[in-house]
């Protein structure tokens, strides 16, 4: 499975932005896709997953209410929805594939939000 992670950039704080991530190869067998972060200096943490086949969601406490994980099966991609952004958002952001319910083994690249304040 490759991923590819797009979307981020620069945004003052209260703004938003959508992150996308491509899926391609063994994509059939996905069974969750996340999305998690990473601030400098700070461990990587969750942010949120959707099962692949019928849209399951869960997040972290803390992005309830403001993000929004959504996927498109026809178009292998999966998205994350920001919403009143603030400067402790500021992280790269990786997607990644669990294809067994085992656990995230497959990461894409990550791409870069920051929030300004």
């Known amino acids: 499975v490759q991923l590819q992670a797009s979307g981020g950039g620069l945004v003052q704080a209260g703004g938003s932005l959508r992150l996308s991530c491509a899926a391609s190869?063994?994509?059939?067998?996905?069974?969750?896709m996340g999305w998690f972060r990473q601030a400098p200096g700070k461990e990587r943490e969750f942010v949120a997953r959707?099962?692949?086949?019928?849209?399951?969601?869960f997040y972290a406490d803390s992005m309830k209410g403001r993000f929004i994980i959504s996927r498109d099966n026809a178009k292998n991609t999966v998205y994350l929805q920001m919403n009143s952004l603030k400067p402790e958002d500021t992280a790269v952001y990786y997607c990644?594939?669990?294809?067994?319910?085992?656990?995230?083994?497959?990461w894409g690249q990550g791409t870069l939000v920051t929030v300004s304040s």
């Open positions: 990644a594939a669990d294809l067994n319910g085992m656990g995230f083994t497959f």
């Open positions: 190869g063994r994509t059939f067998s996905n069974y969750y």
């Open positions: 959707i099962r692949w086949r019928g849209g399951t969601t």
